[in-house]
């Protein structure tokens, strides 16, 4: 839709300045979170900033491969970056028009998310430790009961906007003045709880123990060092950051500019990091209230999810 | 209509409500969604009133909002306190967590379905709470079938429960008070006759615990003689 506004240089400017908002902005969120989870938990926590200091450190330090590990565990952190950073050249956040003259669709986005599972899992097997494998293996539990539920879920909300492009369905969103049908609330509630799946929050994984018992995703990727593991600490966080906007664009966009003046488009993005980091102080404060579920007990909740999509698919069509 | 909308927002609150109440395995987590689901209830209660303009349904909604969202809880937390967790919590149930998840969403799907073929004519309130209500009643029952627990089977009967208050109330818009009242005070009766029992059986159970562990201390005692 609307190919002939991508037309003009600025629309490739703007596409353009989004990235650089989301590669910057994603450690930045991290870091706020981070801090709202210590601030719960009556610490004072590090400063909003340490996420960047912290892969700079990364960045600077010597690399330890073993030698056990063929080419997938050295490629993999840059096939799991380079399809992140895909997925963060079409995610609108200044505008719901595609930037680069391409529509992006919603399976589009689920593969390539998939695809940097499906290289971090066989990096966590590569090197064939045992921590590795336990990761991989619960890795591989949640995310093939997560993918259905989420496919139910995005579903339900293409078929209300009718369709499955992203910018379609953010513009549609965007000009409804409510929500249009009560199936979108069930969509929401299933996407907040698959955002919290995705993201390795509370109830489904803890990135901040180091108990190897209860980490899901830490565990895979436990044998990286150095660049790799900034590689792959900073596709995390872009991958959190591409979820939550999804989620406000797809369910709160209201206040998301419609056209190209460059006032609106400041507005909203001033609206979109109230937003945004509005829904990061929810989520941290929700993980500061819930305790990890026993591993069996996750497939509840996804199912739970799954029965969200499910009505919401009624909802529809009645 | 203009609250249509509205209506069918609501009655989609309350079924996620009423599906994070089936997914609740132990007592105190059922109690605080139970507690959730009575205030969306009383939301909705407030909403009726202010369609249909009917004084009677606003002290209902006060009602239901006193008795099922503070006194009943506080009740059931109160008298089983001293229960020991195993009688709470489901660790076993007939019918497993996820397969009521999936159940519960098709009995929404067939109430939906059933309450299609009736004809309600013009009338907003019924057309959407009427199947939310049938549903409700369904999976009350689907969930007290599903447990095993005596004390997580009361999660079925006030699902159900809710479902008729919804049910009487989409189809009549208020029945008389007095009767109202009466149902009212039928559920905190026999809230406080099941908490009695309650209460005996953790008393019971306590008792057949103390037996078992004198029992077992007699025969170490025995051994060591």
């Given at each position: 839709?609307?190919?002939?506004?991508?037309?003009?240089?600025?629309?490739?400017?703007?596409?353009?300045?989004?990235?650089?908002?989301?590669?910057?902005?994603?450690?930045?969120?991290?870091?706020?979170?981070?801090?709202?989870?210590?601030?719960?938990?009556?610490?004072?926590?590090?400063?909003?900033?340490?996420?960047?200091?912290?892969?700079?450190?990364?960045?600077?330090?010597?690399?330890?491969?073993?030698?056990?590990?063929?080419?997938i565990f050295?490629y993999s952190p840059w096939i799991i970056f380079s399809a992140t950073?895909?997925?963060?050249?079409?995610?609108?956040?200044?505008?719901?028009?595609?930037?680069?003259?391409?529509?992006?669709?919603?399976?589009?986005?689920?593969?390539?998310?998939g695809l940097c599972r499906f290289f971090l899992m066989l990096a966590g097997l590569d090197?064939?430790?045992?921590?590795?494998?336990?990761?991989?293996?619960?890795?591989?539990?949640?995310?093939?009961?997560?993918?259905?539920?989420?496919?139910?879920?995005?579903?339900?909300?293409?078929?209300?906007?009718?369709?499955?492009?992203?910018?379609?369905?953010?513009?549609?969103?965007?000009?409804?003045?409510?929500?249009?049908?009560?199936?979108?609330?069930?969509?929401?509630?299933?996407?907040?709880?698959?955002?919290?799946?995705?993201?390795?929050?509370?109830?489904?994984?803890?990135?901040?123990?180091?108990?190897?018992?209860?980490?899901?995703?830490?565990?895979m990727?436990?044998?990286?060092?150095?660049?790799?593991?900034?590689?792959i600490?900073?596709s995390?966080?872009?991958?959190?950051?591409?979820?939550?906007?999804?989620?406000?664009?797809?369910?709160?966009?209201?206040?998301?500019?419609?056209?190209?003046?460059?006032?609106?488009?400041?507005?909203?993005?001033?609206?979109?990091?109230?937003?945004?980091?509005?829904?990061?102080?929810?989520?941290?404060?929700?993980?500061?209230?819930?305790?990890?579920?026993?591993?069996?007990?996750?497939?509840?909740?996804?199912?739970?999810?799954?029965?969200?999509?499910?009505?919401?698919?009624?909802?529809?069509?009645? | 209509?203009?609250?249509?909308?509205?209506?069918?927002?609501?009655?989609?609150?309350?079924?996620?409500?009423?599906?994070?109440?089936?997914?609740?395995?132990?007592?105190?987590?059922?109690?605080?969604?139970?507690?959730?689901?009575?205030?969306?209830?009383?939301?909705?209660?407030?909403?009726?009133?202010?369609?249909?303009?009917?004084?009677?349904?606003?002290?209902?909604?006060?009602?239901?909002?006193?008795?099922?969202?503070?006194?009943?809880?506080?009740?059931?937390?109160?008298?089983?306190?001293?229960?020991?967790?195993?009688?709470?919590?489901?660790?076993?149930?007939?019918?497993?967590?996820?397969?009521?998840?999936?159940?519960?969403?098709?009995?929404?799907?067939?109430?939906?379905?059933?309450?299609?073929?009736?004809?309600?004519?013009?009338?907003?309130?019924?057309?959407?709470?009427?199947?939310?209500?049938?549903?409700?009643?369904?999976?009350?029952?689907?969930?007290?079938?599903?447990?095993?627990?005596?004390?997580?089977?009361?999660?079925?009967?006030?699902?159900?429960?809710?479902?008729?208050?919804?049910?009487?109330?989409?189809?009549?818009?208020?029945?008389?008070?007095?009767?109202?009242?009466?149902?009212?005070?039928?559920?905190?009766?026999?809230?406080?006759?099941?908490?009695?029992?309650?209460?005996?059986?953790?008393?019971?159970?306590?008792?057949?615990?103390?037996?078992?562990?004198?029992?077992?201390?007699?025969?170490?005692?025995?051994?060591?003689?």
């Amino acid at each position: 839709m609307s190919t002939e506004i991508s037309a003009y240089p600025s629309s490739v400017l703007v596409g353009f300045i989004q990235f650089l908002i989301i590669i910057v902005l994603a450690p930045l969120l991290t870091g706020i979170m981070r801090r709202i989870k210590a601030i719960t938990q009556k610490r004072i926590g590090s400063s909003i900033f340490q996420t960047y200091f912290d892969l700079l450190k990364l960045i600077r330090k010597d690399e330890v491969i073993s030698e056990e590990s063929s080419w997938i565990f050295r490629y993999s952190p840059w096939i799991i970056f380079s399809a992140t950073l895909v997925v963060a050249f079409f995610i609108p956040i200044l505008i719901p028009y595609p930037p680069f003259g391409l529509g992006f669709d919603i399976i589009l986005l689920l593969g390539l998310f998939g695809l940097c599972r499906f290289f971090l899992m066989l990096a966590g097997l590569d090197v064939s430790s045992a921590f590795g494998g336990i990761g991989v293996s619960r890795e591989m539990m949640t995310s093939s009961l997560l993918e259905p539920a989420l496919f139910l879920v995005l579903f339900t909300l293409a078929v209300t906007y009718g369709s499955t492009n992203i910018y379609t369905i953010v513009s549609h969103a965007a000009e409804g003045s409510m929500m249009i049908s009560a199936s979108i609330l069930f969509s929401l509630f299933g996407f907040f709880i698959i955002v919290m799946a995705e993201t390795g929050k509370l109830p489904f994984d803890n990135p901040a123990t180091h108990l190897e018992l209860t980490m899901v995703h830490e565990a895979m990727v436990l044998e990286y060092s150095g660049k790799r593991l900034a590689v792959i600490e900073l596709s995390q966080s872009i991958k959190q950051l591409v979820l939550m906007i999804l989620f406000i664009n797809f369910f709160i966009p209201w206040g998301l500019s419609t056209n190209f003046s460059p006032a609106t488009m400041i507005g909203g993005l001033g609206i979109f990091l109230t937003k945004i980091i509005t829904l990061g102080v929810l989520i941290s404060y929700i993980e500061s209230k819930v305790a990890k579920w026993r591993l069996f007990r996750i497939p509840d909740l996804i199912f739970l999810c799954m029965a969200s999509g499910l009505m919401g698919m009624i909802f529809l069509y009645i | 209509m203009v609250y249509n909308n509205l209506l069918i927002f609501l009655s989609g609150t309350l079924l996620i409500s009423t599906i994070v109440l089936v997914i609740k395995r132990e007592f105190s987590g059922w109690i605080q969604a139970y507690r959730y689901q009575t205030i969306v209830l009383t939301i909705i209660t407030v909403v009726i009133g202010y369609i249909t303009n009917n004084w009677e349904i606003y002290v209902a909604a006060t009602i239901t909002f006193s008795l099922k969202a503070l006194i009943v809880p506080r009740l059931l937390i109160k008298v089983t306190e001293n229960i020991s967790y195993d009688f709470k919590n489901e660790t076993k149930p007939y019918l497993s967590i996820r397969t009521l998840l999936v159940g519960s969403a098709i009995l929404v799907a067939l109430s939906y379905f059933s309450t299609q073929q009736i004809r309600l004519g013009d009338d907003v309130i019924a057309m959407s709470f009427l199947p939310v209500s049938i549903s409700l009643l369904l999976i009350g029952l689907l969930v007290m079938v599903g447990r095993k627990v005596t004390l997580n089977q009361i999660v079925g009967l006030l699902i159900l429960e809710n479902g008729l208050f919804l049910f009487v109330l989409s189809l009549t818009h208020g029945i008389s008070l007095i009767i109202e009242i009466g149902i009212f005070i039928d559920i905190l009766v026999g809230i406080v006759i099941s908490s009695i029992l309650i209460h005996r059986i953790g008393y019971t159970f306590d008792d057949i615990n103390d037996v078992n562990q004198s029992h077992e201390n007699l025969e170490y005692t025995e051994e060591l003689d």
